[in-house]
C-alpha cells in the first residue's frame, strides 16, 4: 500500500508536470474523503503522509471555539473548557486530535486522488497563463489558427488556446487552420472553462503595433505613430509625425516600394491603409486626413468640436467617400466632428446663420436691418462682442462713427442685463425632479438650467444625446457625456438583475 502510493506520486508528478507535493496533498484529500465515509457522522479528517516511506495516519478533529460560541456542528466543534480537560494548553482556535484506524488505500481512494490532482493540474494550468499573459493585456500577440468552433476560431499562442470570437474577426478574412497570424490580447479569463485569452483583429489598436512593429523608426522614437482609425478589412487611417526633421514620418512608414505598408496591409487582410501626416494646427491635421480630396475652407466650432469642411463640387463624393467612409475616418482620427459641405451648402449654412443673428441684433438692440447686416458682415455674432470688444474695433467699421458706437455699446450691455434678470427669473420657476437634483455629479444651477430646458428627472436626462445639452449653461462634451452616463446607470442595474 506504501509503495502504491509513492508509485502514483512518481507517476502523475512525471506526467502532469506537478511538484510531488501538490499530488500527495491531492492523494491525503483522498484518504480524508475516503475515511469520512466510513462514519455515519459528517466529521472533520486529516491524513498525514509520510512521504518518505509512503506510510499514512489518519486523525479525527474538533475545532475549540470559545465559551461563550454557540456550537454549530457538535462533530466538528469543541468548547474551550471541554478540550482543555483532553489537552492542556490548548487555544481556541486550534483542533484536538484523535487518531483514527487509517483506510486502504484501494482503488476508490486511489480514483478520487485521480480526480483531485487532475483539477489541481488544471487550476495550476490556468493560473499559470493568467500569471503569464495578464502583462500582455492590449498586447500584440501571434498564433496559429488551430480550428473553428459555432463561428469562433481557436487560435494556438505557444501550446494555450486562445478564442478569436467572430465578432472581433475582420470581415470576410476567411481563415483556416495552420494560418499564422496577430492579434490584441484583450481578456484573460482565470475561472471560465475553455480558451482563457481572449484576441481582437478589428481594434484599431493593432494597426497601431503592426505599425510600430515593422517601422524601425518607430521604435527608435525617431518617428510618432500617434493614433488610428478602422473600418475593418476596408480602410484604414493612421496618424503619424516624426521628431527628426530629416526622416518623412510617412515615408518611413510606406517603406522602400511600399513594403512596410504592405506588409502590415497583409496582415489585416489587404485592408487599405492611408497614412496622414499629423499637425499641430487642427485645420490641417483634418486636410490631410481627407486627402486626395482637395479642401477649399475650414469654418471650426471649438466649443462643440466640430469642424463645416467646404470643397469643390467634384471633390464631394471623394471627401465623403463610399457610404461616408473618408469622413467617418478622418473624424474618429482627428476627434473632430467634420461636416463635408458644397460652397454652395456653406453659403446657404451661412446666410441661415447671418439671419439668425441679424434677427437678434434688430430686437435686441432695437437697431435697424442695414446696421444690423454691417455688425454681421464684421463678424460680430454676440451680444458680449458688441458690449465688450475694445472700443476701436467699432470704430473701424467704416460706417460707424462715435456716437453710434457708444449708443451700441450701451444698448449691448443693457440688452445683456436685461436677459440676465429674465433669466434668474426663470431659473427661480424651474423645477428640476428630486431624483436628478440629487444625481451624482450634479448641482443646483446645473439642474435649474436643464429643467428650464424641459429636462427634468434623471429619466428625462437619460434620453437625452449629448447634443441636446451640450451649451446649456456652458456643459461641454465631456460633462454633457458623463452626466447622461450617470443618469442611465439605473438602465444598465435593472438589465443586470
Not at 486523525?59 to 489537552?87: H, L, N, S, Y
Not at 428627472?457 to 437625452?464: G, H, K, S, Y
Request: proline share 3%; glycine share 6%.
Amino acid at each position: 500500500m506504501a509503495n502504491e502510493i509513492l508509485l502514483m506520486a512518481d507517476v502523475l508528478s512525471s506526467e502532469k508536470g506537478v511538484e510531488k507535493q501538490v499530488i500527495f496533498e491531492a492523494i491525503e484529500a483522498a484518504l480524508a474523503t475516503a475515511t469520512r465515509k466510513r462514519h455515519r457522522e459528517d466529521i472533520e479528517v486529516r491524513v498525514n503522509i509520510f512521504q518518505d516511506s509512503g506510510d499514512y495516519e489518519s486523525f479525527r478533529r474538533w475545532e475549540v471555539i470559545a465559551e461563550d460560541e454557540e456550537i454549530e456542528f457538535p462533530t466538528k466543534q469543541m468548547t474551550f473548557g471541554a478540550a482543555e480537560i483532553m489537552e492542556p494548553g490548548i487555544q481556541v482556535g486550534e483542533f484536538i486530535e484523535e487518531e483514527l484506524e487509517p483506510v486502504e488505500f484501494g482503488r476508490i481512494a486511489a480514483q478520487a486522488a485521480k480526480q483531485v490532482i487532475l483539477q489541481k493540474v488544471r487550476e495550476a494550468e490556468r493560473n499559470r497563463v493568467a500569471a503569464e499573459y495578464e502583462p500582455k493585456l492590449n498586447g500584440l500577440i501571434s498564433g496559429v489558427v488551430k480550428r473553428v468552433e459555432r463561428g469562433d476560431i481557436i487560435i494556438d499562442v505557444g501550446g494555450v488556446e486562445a478564442l478569436l470570437p467572430r465578432s472581433k474577426m475582420i470581415p470576410r478574412e476567411g481563415l483556416r487552420p495552420g494560418d499564422r497570424i496577430r492579434a490584441i490580447l484583450i481578456d484573460v479569463r482565470v475561472a471560465n472553462r475553455g480558451p482563457q485569452l481572449v484576441l481582437d483583429r478589428i481594434t484599431s489598436d493593432l494597426v497601431l503595433k503592426l505599425f510600430r512593429l515593422e517601422v524601425p523608426e518607430a521604435g527608435e522614437g525617431i518617428i510618432e505613430i500617434l493614433s488610428a482609425a478602422r473600418d475593418p478589412g476596408l480602410r484604414a487611417k493612421i496618424a503619424v509625425r516624426s521628431h527628426d526633421s530629416k526622416v518623412d514620418p510617412v515615408g518611413a512608414c510606406v517603406g522602400i516600394r511600399g513594403s512596410r505598408v504592405q506588409s502590415v496591409s497583409n496582415e489585416i487582410g489587404g485592408e487599405r491603409v492611408d497614412i496622414i501626416k499629423w499637425a499641430d494646427d487642427p485645420a490641417q491635421f483634418v486636410i490631410n486626413a481627407l486627402a486626395p480630396a482637395e479642401v477649399e475652407s475650414i469654418m471650426l466650432d471649438e466649443d462643440k468640436g466640430t469642424m463645416d469642411v467646404v470643397v469643390d463640387e467634384d471633390n464631394l463624393s471623394q471627401a465623403i467617400g463610399r457610404g461616408g467612409q473618408n469622413v467617418r475616418l478622418a473624424s474618429e482620427l482627428t476627434d473632430w466632428d467634420i461636416n463635408i459641405m458644397s460652397h454652395e451648402q456653406a453659403n446657404e449654412k451661412v446666410e441661415e446663420e447671418s439671419v439668425e443673428i441679424r434677427k437678434e441684433f434688430i430686437e435686441k438692440l432695437d437697431i435697424g436691418n442695414d446696421v444690423a447686416s454691417i455688425l454681421v458682415q464684421e463678424g460680430f455674432t454676440q451680444l458680449e462682442e458688441v458690449a465688450y470688444v475694445p472700443r476701436e474695433e467699432l470704430l473701424a467699421v467704416e460706417e460707424f462713427d462715435e456716437a453710434l458706437v457708444d449708443e451700441l455699446r450701451s444698448r449691448a450691455e443693457d440688452a445683456l442685463v436685461t436677459l440676465a434678470i429674465l433669466r434668474e427669473e426663470q431659473l427661480k420657476d424651474a423645477q428640476p425632479a428630486k431624483d436628478l437634483l440629487e444625481m451624482e455629479g450634479m448641482d443646483e444651477p446645473t439642474a435649474r438650467f436643464l429643467a428650464l430646458n424641459d429636462i427634468k428627472t434623471m429619466e428625462d436626462l437619460a434620453e437625452c444625446a449629448t447634443d441636446d445639452i451640450i451649451d446649456i449653461d456652458g456643459i461641454d462634451t465631456e460633462r454633457a457625456e458623463t452626466l447622461i452616463m450617470t443618469a442611465r446607470k439605473p438602465w444598465f442595474e435593472n438589465a443586470e438583475s
